[in-house]
């Protein structure tokens, strides 16, 4: 078995279709998949603490691509935009709620605990 080597590259390259048809060709058979799998991904990795998620898009490509988790609420909105224009309204809701786990993961957490007064 060979070795296969990979560049990685940025979420834009292969999830944006401005100016490429090719991937507006792929993204049009299976972007409902492509943007549940990458939402789902970066829910885990909020809810896991990592700093960044990378997968391969396509079997066929030769790169890696790569979410930094400051760009994890681009993305999830991203992919929010995707499924408002196939009206697909049950996966907005999961997105949501992904958003809402990164705004929790963003809340700083305080290092004491409040303690009530009894009076």
């Known amino acids: 078995m060979r070795a296969r080597t990979f560049t990685t590259v940025g979420w ?13 060709n792929f993204l049009d058979k299976n972007g409902n ?3 549940d799998q990458i939402a789902l991904n970066i829910n885990t990795a909020i809810l896991q603490k990592k700093e960044s998620i990378a997968f391969v898009v396509h079997t066929n490509a030769s790169s890696v691509v790569v979410i930094e988790r400051k760009d994890y609420e681009v993305v999830l909105n991203h992919c929010l935009d995707w499924f408002i224009k196939k009206e697909n309204y049950e996966f907005c809701a999961r997105i ?3 958003k809402q786990n990164l705004a929790k993961s963003k809340e700083p957490v305080s290092r004491f605990k409040s303690k009530k007064t009894l009076i």
Do not use: C, G, R, S
């Open 12 to 24: 834009e390259k292969y999830l944006n279709p401005i100016d490429n048809p090719f991937v507006q």
């Open 33 to 35: 998949e492509v943007f």
């Open 96 to 98: 949501d709620e992904f």
